[in-house]
């Protein structure tokens, strides 16, 4: 089975940065596309961003510019440097597939506040 495991939240106060990392396990070959997702709370889950095996990205417009997500095809891993973090950007972080998402993870608390 396919099990992502997210980490790297955490409280921080606007500006601030964050690193989040994920590991998908159970997949022995690269996965196509990755993707960050956020729920915050009283809102639905969105894609935050997604990154393909070609390095190919996309990014809501809110973070561009702010955020950046990489990976690392060959460990299935998947990372989402967050710079200038604002108050909005509070909610639980998910890392899953693209378009069509497996089981989720607990994902990762992110609060900014000061």
């Known amino acids: 089975q396919v099990q992502l495991v997210e980490s790297g939240g955490g409280l921080v106060q606007p500006g601030g940065s964050l690193r989040l990392s994920c590991v998908v396990f159970g997949v022995p070959f690269r996965i196509p596309q990755l993707a960050w997702y956020r729920q915050a709370l009283g809102k639905q889950r969105e894609l935050v961003a997604r990154a393909g095996t070609d390095e190919s990205t996309y990014y809501i417009d809110s973070v561009k510019g702010r955020f950046t997500i990489s990976r690392d095809n060959g460990e299935n891993m998947v990372h989402l440097q967050m710079n200038s973090l604002k108050h909005e950007d509070t909610a639980v972080y998910y890392c899953?597939?693209?378009?069509?998402?497996?089981?989720w993870g607990q994902g990762t608390q992110v609060i900014v506040s000061s």
């Open positions: 899953n597939y693209w378009p069509t998402g497996r089981s």
